[in-house]
């Protein structure tokens, strides 16, 4: 089985709409500052922000493909619900601020609770691979000086905590919502 680019797009699509929103939210709460400023701006992000992710979105979507079959069916609502629960997690962590145990017990435990209710196995290796590479490529972008997280928000090598949290919720919703849109054969 494979994606088509149709369904590729929309990955992507889905993926650039959920950082753009989780984003703005961070960066007005003062979570996350942009360093540089050469490029043009989408909302409050960076044009590479929101590429980066709908790419990332992309190759977890590919990713769950690659690991077997999918669970059949078509729920729409489960799609909506994975999506919005990931930017309503990333909108959280602008919220609560602080790497303090609270706020990733609250991101971590979502990121659970998202996983309970969505994810198979293929899904909880997607949760799993999205939490360790999407935390090391926001630490490269601030160690490349392209962003930072503020002083309360960057005890994990610069980035928050709660990071590993919100990139595991991200990766179980991505593969469901891959899931959802490929043609059963």
């Known amino acids: 089985m494979r994606l088509k680019p149709t369904e590729l797009l929309i990955l ?38 929101p590429a980066l992710v709908g790419l990332g979105t992309v190759s977890v979507g590919m ?39 609270a706020s990733v017990a609250l991101v971590v435990t979502l990121g659970m609770i998202t996983a309970c209710f969505l994810a198979d196995v293929p899904g909880l290796i997607c949760g799993l691979a999205a939490a360790v590479v999407g935390p090391i490529a926001e630490i490269v972008i601030v160690e490349l000086d392209l962003s930072e997280y503020t002083a309360h928000n960057d005890s994990l090598f610069g980035v928050g905590l709660w990071l590993p949290g919100l990139y595991f919720a991200f990766g179980v919703a991505v593969a469901r919502i891959t899931e959802l849109m490929v043609d059963q054969e």
């Not at 889905?14 to 003062?30: E, H, K, N, Y």
């Open 63 to 101: 990713l769950r493909i690659r690991l077997g079959p999918t669970r059949p069916g078509f729920d729409l609502r489960l799609g909506i619900g994975a999506w919005s629960a990931v930017v309503a997690i990333y909108s959280i962590t602008s919220l609560a601020g602080d790497d303090g145990t």
């Open 12 to 49: 992507f699509a889905i993926g650039a709409a959920g950082a753009l929103i989780g984003d703005a939210g961070a960066v007005s709460a003062q979570t996350t500052r942009y360093l540089d400023h050469s490029v043009p701006f989408i909302w409050e992000s960076p044009i590479w922000f």
